[in-house]
């Protein structure tokens, strides 16, 4: 028999103004476009939108702690009934409301008269089902896809939440989307009943906003190193400015929006200077966008560093402040990971070292450090650094390495010649995370691990086979070499989704696509905006 599918209240969680709304919004539009949904015909026939907080002050009214008291004590069930009932009045306010008071204006709750009398959990229920049938009586075998906006402003108690969002989502026709900076009171998708979906929040399409509201300067030569890795980091630091200012404003002709991506337009035609000059200008103009916006204090913000795992028990209890879905983890927003800190956790000093470097990734502009290549190696010093300081080992892959960073630093252990240099190597001190300073064959990063063992780390961000093959070729013929005793290479390949005739063995790990992607943490999100060169 197949498989019954649980009802489900998808969600999307992220900090204020990024796009929470429009995201649902497009995507409705785009279903509706397309008639598909993930490879399916879409069944959604209509949207309504239901906010409890914010749209210009036009909402339904919140149901505060001392009206649950009076009313259902700390009764669960009871609370949860009372939910049910709330939702119900929400739902025929704006299906019914224009019709039954004559007014054009949607009609929003504005204080909330219920009964004493509470009705239970499927009574109600059942009157919203004729509700909705009615309000779709044109489209009887459509779907309604219901967005409640800002859903833990109608209530303080997670019961009741969780009874408003159910009634709701066990309809068969209708298909509930939450959107807040926090996550529904729901279970997750393993639980037997109604249970939350974790959808990702829409992130600035830069590629294609660099393409059609961008006029690159004539003679522009994608085949030069300098040009080629100015533009990517471009990408990186305009989506990043892009993220901090409103993305509503896109479509307003005078927002800022438009007036950074008219200032960029000038500084690109500045025929005066060179190419490469131009596009440091941009850089430089989008950094200071949002680089120096000051730090503020998150909590379990190392946690989302590193990545929470969206099924986590603890998840269902505990607030974690602003953040984002990421596949199966939760994590914090970018500029959020690129600016805060955590002072309980033990990691926060390191986290703020290792975040230091790679904001000077992004905001130095000489040719040999403002490269895509930099911003991925730097990006895994920091997701590397952190993760092992706090859990004491780190898997490549099927490869546990106990490895506890205690601090990082700049080394060379490569002869001119690309031979390791066993003096340095000796040298090398443990629970210290290395990034190379000098020209180096392979080995951005490299540490020595609790027995002693030397690893070494190459980052690429390519999804070219052929240049991942040569990655794994010369690290292969690095470690290799006699005189040396174990070293153990590891190839970081996140861009990459199939082994090919990549060489893997004991000695040499590649670490690819999903494996190599998680090892960043939250600061995967990168991997949007970066060329896979």
């Known amino acids: ?26 995507g409705f539009l785009r279903c509706r476009q397309l008639q598909t949904l993930d490879g399916q015909r879409s069944p959604f026939t209509h949207y309504l939108y239901m906010p409890f907080r914010n749209n210009g002050g036009n909402y339904h009214s919140c149901v505060d702690e001392e009206e649950l008291m009076s009313t259902c004590g700390r009764n669960v069930k009871l609370r949860e009934a009372l939910g049910a009932m709330y939702m119900r009045d929400c739902f025929k306010a704006e299906a019914f409301g224009q019709r039954d ?35 779709m009586r044109r489209s009887p075998n459509g779907v309604l896809l219901v967005h409640v906006d800002e859903h833990r402003e109608m209530c303080p108690d997670p019961s009741f939440r969780k009874g408003a969002l ?8 209708v298909k509930v989307f939450a959107t807040y900076t926090d996550i529904p009171p729901l279970p997750a998708q393993s639980s037997s009943g109604t249970c939350r979906q974790a959808v990702a929040c829409l992130m600035p399409d830069v590629k294609t906003i660099m393409e059609q509201r961008l006029q690159m300067p004539d ?53 005066a ?3 490469d000059a131009r596009l440091a200008s941009c850089i430089n103009l989008c950094n200071a966008k949002w680089i120096d916006d000051e730090a503020g204090n998150t909590k379990y913000l190392i946690d989302l560093l590193c990545g929470i795992r969206e099924s986590d028990a603890e998840v269902q209890e505990q607030r974690y402040p602003q953040v984002v879905v990421l596949g199966n983890r939760l994590a914090a927003p970018l500029l959020v990971l690129l600016r805060g800190r955590d002072l309980k956790d033990p990691a926060n000093m390191l986290h703020r070292r290792c975040q230091s470097l790679f904001l000077d990734v992004l905001s130095r502009s000489d040719t040999a450090v ?38 990082i630093e700049p080394g060379s252990i490569f002869e001119q010649s690309g031979m390791l240099n066993a003096t340095k190597v000796e ?36 999804s070219n086979m052929s240049k991942a093959e040569n990655k794994s070729r010369k690290m292969k013929a690095v470690i290799s070499r006699p005189g040396l005793g174990t070293v153990q ?40 905006w970066l060329p896979d060169d």
Request: hydrophobic fraction near 45%.
């Open 101 to 135: 008071s004559g007014c054009c204006e949607p009609v929003y709750i504005d204080v909330w008269n219920y009964s004493r009398q509470i009705e239970s959990f499927k009574r109600t229920q059942a009157l919203l089902k004729n509700d909705v049938s009615e309000f």
């Open 219 to 271: 003679g522009l030569d994608m085949g030069q190193e300098a040009v080629l890795l100015r533009v990517a980091t471009l990408r990186v630091t305009l989506g990043l400015a892009l993220q901090k200012l409103l993305l509503v404003g896109l479509h307003v002709e005078f927002s800022e929006v438009e007036t950074l991506l008219k200032d960029l337009n000038g500084k690109l035609q500045e025929s």
């Open 489 to 528: 290479g590891i190839v970081l390949l996140p861009n990459v989704f199939d082994c090919g005739r990549i060489d893997d063995d004991k000695s040499m790990r590649a670490v690819i696509g999903v494996e190599a992607r998680q090892l960043l943490g939250g600061l995967v999100q990168l991997l949007t």
């Open 370 to 407: 403002v490269t895509a290549g930099k911003v991925l190696e730097f990006a895994y010093l920091w997701s590397l650094g952190v993760k092992s300081n706090k859990y004491g080992e780190v898997r490549f892959g099927r490869l546990m390495v106990q490895f506890q960073c205690q601090d």
């Open 166 to 173: 159910r009634v709701l989502a066990e309809l068969a026709n």
């Open 427 to 462: 040298e090398l001190k443990q629970n210290v995370l290395y990034y190379a300073e000098d020209n180096h064959p392979c080995a951005d990063l490299f540490f020595k691990d609790a027995r002693g063992v030397l690893h070494l780390v190459d980052v690429g961000g390519t």
């Open 1 to 26: 028999m197949p498989k019954e599918q649980r009802p489900t209240v998808a969600y999307i969680t992220a900090a204020s103004h990024s796009g929470k709304s429009a995201s649902v919004v497009l």
């Open 273 to 275: 200077e060179r190419i």
